[in-house]
């Protein structure tokens, strides 16, 4: 279930793109402005709004460590923003001065990327703000642009609809042709996306849940299962496998497109900006709290929230008197679980079992592809057969069907009937092969 915490109506033009820190949420809109907020209350800082653009504002990021707020926007700048103070720290102009649409920051901070109306990249040395090179990759205007996890590459999409790879030295890798037949509208990297020898990008699957072009979607890198959001109500291709969040009931009040979303790295939360001026940010409630991070990030409190989830608020006290935090949990057996003060056998036993079940959970991606669900990606518990032959999770191809989806989620035909028959040999060879683990 996704709902709706709090609407904020500070932009006077409709909404470009929102992006998330750890603490901040940062939108930007062809009202020339930046509004930042704080994640405590989602109250404005005393510093917003930035107003440091000629023209509208397409684009805002965040660098990984949140310290650094971008923007680009038509004047055919990239604002370097201090994510403490507000101050723009410095401006780097396209050689060109032609219209920017998007910008990507390097995981590391070291390189800026900016596309171009004119089908140009610039790219910048970050720490000096110094232009490396301005090239031109595509026919089109650069509409979307992303860095690998390792700096070492980027791709960028146009509104030709051309994928294309590349190294930093802006060498062309591979390029996929017509990826999109109606132009590519953003891109994002997975966080186990890698580069070998030889570059190709295959399509995995292709959704057909919206209606309408989709303007956007983000990559959650906290997730052990890459966890994207699919947007504004449209149909397109995704070089992704992809876990898709359905949240068209939470945003029925809106009576315009919906032209970003953003997903917080810390919390369950969901940010959308649209046509009609609003940011709307959403609450997921279905999301575990023991899934939204990797155990090995888990603070104390974490720890004490996901034994409070799990039935076991007996014993926050101990692990609290102890200052068990997530790496810590994960090492816990039989000899230290006793040394934490937890007399009761059962007791002990029933946490140990369960902090198993948590690093099989957390371990699913590592699965062999026929045990995950094609919907979620994630292990089944509860494989079904449905009548296009593949196998799913009960719970959610029942939500798919439920959702008036009366096609297969793999081939798009539709579903001659919505019978599900148990998969209990799949069943067993999930059990078998978590329990090898």
Known sequence: MVSIICTLRHHTDELSCCAFSPSLLATCSVDKTLRVYNTADFS??????????????HCCRFSSCGSHLLSCSTDGSVIVWSSDTGEATAVLQHPGRIPLRVCALAPDSSLLLAGACDGTVALWDFPSKTLRRCSTVSEASVVACCFSPCGQFFVTGCTHGDLKLWDVDVSLLHAEKDAHDLGVTCCSSAPQFRVGESYAMKLLHTLTSHSAPVLSYD????????????CSFGTKKFHSVIHTLHISAALRPLCRYVTTVALSPSM?????????????????????HSMR???????????????????LE??????????????????LNKETAAELGIESVGLRSRLLRKIEALKSEQSGSEA???????????????????????????????????????????????????LLTPNRSLKMAITRWKSSQ
Not at 44 to 57: K, N, R
Not at 219 to 230: A, G, P
């Open 368 to 418: 062999p592809d026929e045990f995950l669900c094609p919907i979620t990606r994630e292990l089944m518990k509860d494989p079904v057969i449905a009548a296009d032959g593949y196998s799913y999770e009960r719970e959610s191809i029942e939500s798919w069907i439920r959702g008036k989806n009366k096609t297969s989620p793999m081939t798009n035909l539709p579903l001659q009937t919505t």
């Open 219 to 230: 990559t959650h890198h906290k997730h052990m299962n890459h966890y994207e959001i699919i």
């Open 314 to 331: 007996e014993l926050v006290c101990n692990f609290k008197a102890n200052n068990i935090d997530g790496p810590e949990l994960s090492q």
């Open 268 to 288: 369950p939360w969901i940010a959308t900006g649209s046509m009609d001026r609003t940011v709307n940010v959403l609450l997921d409630w279905e999301t575990p």
């Open 293 to 311: 991070l990797l155990v090995a990030d888990w603070s104390e409190e974490d720890v004490q929230t996901w034994l409070c989830e799990e039935g």
């Open 44 to 57: 404005e800082l005393p510093y917003s709004p930035l107003s440091g653009h000629g023209y509208g504002v």
